[in-house]
């Protein structure tokens, strides 16, 4: 059961979650791109879908097995060691930068650590530790505390390097399918120093900009265009691209069941109940999220 505390303009709103009370997570998908998604016009449901995206975005989260989307640190989670000398996190993927560090079950840290840790996948929860030689690290205990970061980066950011040297020069932004091309000059102005082109920049793609780093809207990709490293340099947003429609998906789901009449299908995933506007799109989010269902995330072993 969902409920959601708060106005609409409230950043910081609470959900309801099989008895416990949860901070509300960040949206992976921008209102408008779900709306883009699902082929919706017009603004007459805006406010029930940026709802929709806040409540679904818990909903995924949980059917997923995850505490964050975003890049989080992890404390003192408590890990069962099994017999392949494996630790299966919760959360992923999973960062070797920091290294992930140990306790046992008594919160002592570790005297002997992995020489390196080695990633199954970079989209499955399990890590593996090698001694010096490369062979398995043989761990002393059944069960220890890991502290480590995940999670993915889910904002493009674009950083200026030398706004002297833009003039004229292009770069692209692509969000639900659409391009769009920025000129300086035209779109945007570089001047003065970095720091004040990235503002005129944000201005521009309706980003946020500190110092000379833009940080763009989620679900935005950049191309640098004609602009080359000299003059800035992309860091894309990693999050698979099957999680954003999964979550229009889910929030088209939210909207059926809230418009007087509109059809509802609930299927089972994960041992949970979950509704559908329609059976189409339950067979779409069922098709591209399977590999990422934690029943279908198994350890090999070998």
Known sequence: MVFVL???????????????????????????????????????????????????????????GLDNFDVTAYTDEEVNIYSCQYLELKNYPIALSPVPTLKDEWFTDFTAYPASWVLEKSDRPFIKGKDSSGG?????????????????????????????T???????????????????????TAETSND??????????????????????????VVQGTMADAQMTI????????????????ANGFLAGKEKGGGIVSYSLGGKSVSFGSTEDYKTFEGIMRAYLPSNKKFNCA
Do not use: C
């Open 6 to 64: 708060g106005e609409k303009g409230l950043r910081l709103r609470f959900f309801f979650f099989g008895g416990k009370i949860r901070a509300m997570k960040t949206q992976i998908v921008t209102t408008a791109e779900i709306k883009a998604i699902l082929g919706i016009t017009g603004t007459t449901n805006d406010a029930m879908l940026e709802i929709a995206n806040d409540t679904m975005t818990e909903v995924l989260l949980d059917l997923l």
């Open 136 to 164: 398995l690290f043989e761990w002393a205990h059944e069960k220890v505390l890991v502290s480590y970061t995940a999670g993915w980066q889910l904002q493009s950011t674009i950083t200026v390097v030398a706004y002297s």
């Open 166 to 188: 833009m003039t004229v020069k292009t770069f692209t932004v692509k969000v639900a399918g659409e391009t769009t091309t920025y000129t300086e000059g035209t779109d945007f």
């Open 196 to 221: 004040v082109t990235a503002t005129n920049i944000a201005t521009a793609v309706g980003g946020t900009a500190v110092g000379a780093i833009v940080t763009l809207p989620a679900g935005h990709y």
């Open 235 to 250: 860091d894309q947003y990693n999050l698979p691209n099957a999680f954003r429609t999964a979550l229009a998906l889910l």
